[in-house]
């Protein structure tokens, strides 16, 4: 298995940014797919944004053209640039790699109002 971990989360007010950070023990192979989910309480885990090794991207309809999911393959490193943030963004946020399928601790977002 591969080892996730995530950073970056915190309180911030409505409108406000953070920057998620999820490091993996090993690069990215031309299978993988790392991405981004979210669960808050009481719902069921969703998919943000996700990657491919190649720098494909896709986004929830949710979040599109406020947050933005990049890579630096040197680093072993994928970022979720959060902007924009309203209250219903807040959740706990995890990685995963598809492939062995891995996922981080979470980081817990918070958006006040």
């Known amino acids: 298995q591969v ?3 995530e950073s ?3 309180l911030v007010q409505t ?3 953070l920057r998620l950070s999820c490091v993996a023990s090993r690069r990215m192979f031309s299978m993988n797919v790392m991405g981004w989910y979210r669960q808050a309480p009481g719902k069921q885990r969703e998919l943000v944004a996700s990657i491919t090794s190649s720098g494909t991207t896709l986004y929830a309809d949710s979040v599109k053209g406020r947050f933005t999911i990049s890579r630096d393959p040197a680093k072993n490193t994928v970022y979720l640039q959060m902007n924009s943030l309203k209250p219903e963004d807040t ?3 995890y ?3 598809n492939f ?3 996922w981080g601790q979470g980081t817990q977002v918070t ?3």
Request: aromatic share 4%.
């Open 8 to 10: 970056g989360g915190g």
């Open 3 to 5: 080892q996730l971990v």
């Open 100 to 102: 062995p399928n891995s």
């Open 15 to 17: 409108g406000g940014s």
């Open 91 to 93: 959740a706990v946020y």
């Open 111 to 113: 958006v006040s109002s």
């Open 95 to 97: 990685c995963n790699l």
